[in-house]
């Protein structure tokens, strides 16, 4: 039997809307491992979507068209009817995990497949095990990191053992070890029958696992482009006077937890610094830290001179801008404009730059769209444009190109250079070490709660 078979399927979230999948028609055999590849705001995640019955059963909207996953009828089937076959991992982890701790979360994903009462635990634990996240049982899922959350949200969808798996950019938070690790697990799961597709944009982790790519360009299926590496541009010339940023024996935490100790470094102005690290190391939290966001039981921080250790988040804007790694939760306003303008309108700043960062991230043609109506993607560029737009002296980025396609990827490249060509920092926490490369000039590395400065990136 066919894993995947759709015959001009079509999908929009309102009726006089354009169509999100536009006549997409493919076949998707057990075993196989396909690609699917576009920008952002292509059409993958909605495709997945409709695929894993979500939309419109959840999402509302209008669907049309033929589609059979694992011989269920996408047209007449119930949504927990095509969970039982097709497993899903959302873009978004944070909002996939629903329980309190790790193993239970992986267990009520068992229980809501049916699963017999005496062997939950036991294949819970398995399913942890299998993408190496056993030892995160016993922690608050509130305490994790993002990638730790990812691999949770993972080990709940491969337990029930679907026939069919869709991944929404799988390895987007997770390290380098860890996403190598995954690879060889869905390499495995292809070789044992399971038909899987994958959304990613970073197909230089992927690609050599799958079997075809297929293109998404507005909604339809098209032929995949060639993909050319992020270029490293020329460093800033950073300053010889004295640092712009200065952490001085820092300690940082989250909740009771000691994540960062001691941890000294400085910046001058221009500087760019990649923060590196695995999985649940720390680096957001020292970032929310810097941010105001976290306590400081520790140690200090100066920006141009100002101890802010004691200040607040509010009292470091505009001098300091903060991206987290799911900026979807911190967007206010009602238009992706508003959303970009915010900052500079409530502190009397001036507009034009909000207004450049707007086109320079290509959001113009979102710009009366409600933010949360975007692709994870699009709202992480939102935010990103609303941090440039205030003109911060340190710009701390988190993870920022979750959902971003190559393209964008550049274009934040060209922003953060040019910010540091200014006289302005930037710390940015990445996984991506083609992005490291491109735009800092320095490492930052967190292992075992210790900061070390390690170098040039390139």
Request: glycine letters at 8%; a negative charge; aromatic letters at 2%.
């Amino acid at each position: 039997m066919t894993a995947i078979v759709t015959h001009d399927l079509r999908f929009r979230y309102a009726t006089d809307a354009p169509w999100s999948v536009a006549g997409a028609s493919l076949r998707v055999e057990p075993g196989e491992i396909v690609l699917l590849e576009g920008e952002s705001g292509s059409g993958k995640s909605t495709l997945l979507r409709v695929l894993a019955g979500l939309a419109p059963a959840f999402h509302g909207g209008e669907a049309a068209g033929e589609g059979l996953i694992a011989g269920v009828d996408l047209r007449t089937a119930q949504p927990a009817e095509i969970a039982q076959r097709a497993g899903f991992l959302f873009q978004d982890p944070e909002t996939q995990v629903v329980m309190a701790e790790p193993l239970r979360d992986v267990a009520f994903s068992l229980q809501c497949h049916g699963a017999p009462a005496e062997t939950i635990l036991a294949s819970a634990r398995t399913a942890l095990e299998r993408i190496n996240a056993d030892h995160l049982i016993g922690r608050r899922i509130d305490q994790l990191s993002a990638g730790e959350r990812q691999r949770v949200a993972l080990a709940a969808v491969l337990a029930p053992e679907p026939a069919v798996l869709l991944l929404d950019e799988p390895t987007a938070q997770l390290d380098d070890d860890t996403a190598c690790e995954l690879v060889g697990e869905l390499r495995r799961l292809a070789d044992l029958g399971l038909a899987i597709v994958i959304a990613e944009h970073r197909h230089d982790r992927v690609g050599h696992l799958t079997d075809r790519v297929i293109g998404l360009r507005h909604g339809s299926l098209v032929s995949p482009k060639a993909t050319v590496p992020l270029t490293p541009l020329a460093p800033a010339k950073a300053s010889t006077g004295p640092p712009l940023v200065t952490l001085d024996s820092l300690t940082a935490q989250r909740g009771e937890r000691i994540v960062v100790r001691n941890a000294s470094a400085s910046l001058q102005p221009g500087q760019v610094a990649a923060l590196l690290g695995a999985n649940g190391g720390g680096k957001s939290t020292l970032l929310r830290t810097l941010a105001g966001l976290e306590p400081t039981p520790d140690g200090r921080l100066l920006v141009n001179g100002r101890d802010l250790t004691a200040s607040g988040a509010e009292s470091r804007v505009p001098l300091v801008a903060f991206v987290p790694q799911d900026p979807g939760r911190t967007l206010l306003c009602d238009t992706v404009r508003d959303e970009v303008l915010l900052g500079p309108r409530t502190l009397g700043c001036d507009l034009a730059v909000a207004e450049q960062m707007l086109a320079a991230l290509d959001l113009v043609h979102l710009a009366t769209r409600n933010p949360r109506d975007c692709s994870v993607g699009e709202r992480e560029r939102v935010a990103i444009a609303a941090a440039f737009a205030l003109s911060p002296q340190l710009l701390l980025l988190d993870e920022p190109t979750r959902g971003m396609d190559l393209a964008h990827r550049a274009t934040l490249v060209r922003l953060v250079r040019e910010h540091a060509a200014r006289g302005g920092c930037a710390i940015v926490a990445t996984h991506d070490l083609d992005l490291a490369r491109a735009c800092a000039e320095c490492r930052w590395v967190l292992e075992d709660s210790q900061l070390e400065t390690a170098g040039e990136t390139r």
